[in-house]
């Protein structure tokens, strides 16, 4: 993706969402709550990255809903990144996982998740599908 010139670096990323909770880890520098994400890979397409993401970050394990719930770019050590960012239904957390010394998980409910995000554009994006799993709640409860 290119932004005024500038050509963006590619991530993807999961809100991972179990029993009406967001799952959310720390920045590697532990400072910040964010949603599991990482760069792009050749041969990989941008939903494999974001469930090994889950997995490598969270311990996360689940169903990637296809299509993405939108995208948000931001600023880092002078780069440009493009995230595109996926419902991930979790079916299991693990006890352990390949980051876990690295990055602290826990499990908000979704209606708080937004507030701990320090980006608004990922806030935006927890708070659509949290709307979303609310209406789908609701139209398949009795």
């Known amino acids: 993706m290119v932004t005024n010139g500038v050509v963006a670096i590619q991530q993807a990323a ?21 949603l599991p994400k990482g760069c792009l890979e050749p041969n990989k397409s941008a939903g494999q ?13 689940g169903v990637l809903h ?17 995230v595109v960012v996926f419902h991930l239904s979790v079916t299991r ?4 996982w390949p980051e876990m010394h690295m990055r602290q998980r826990i499990w908000v409910p979704m209606d708080k ?26 139209l398949n409860s009795p």
């Open 93 to 96: 957390a693990a006890d352990e």
């Open 66 to 82: 296809p299509d993405p719930v939108g995208a948000y770019l931001y600023e880092k050590l002078g780069n440009l990144y493009h």
């Open 113 to 138: 998740a937004g507030s701990r995000l320090s980006d608004l554009g990922v806030a935006e994006l927890v708070q659509a599908v949290s709307a979303k799993a609310q209406r789908d709640a609701a």
């Open 14 to 34: 999961a809100i991972p969402v179990r029993q009406s909770r967001i799952c959310l880890v720390t920045s590697r520098n532990g400072k910040r709550w964010v």
């Open 49 to 61: 990255i974001a469930l090994v993401e889950a997995w490598e970050e969270a311990g996360l394990v």
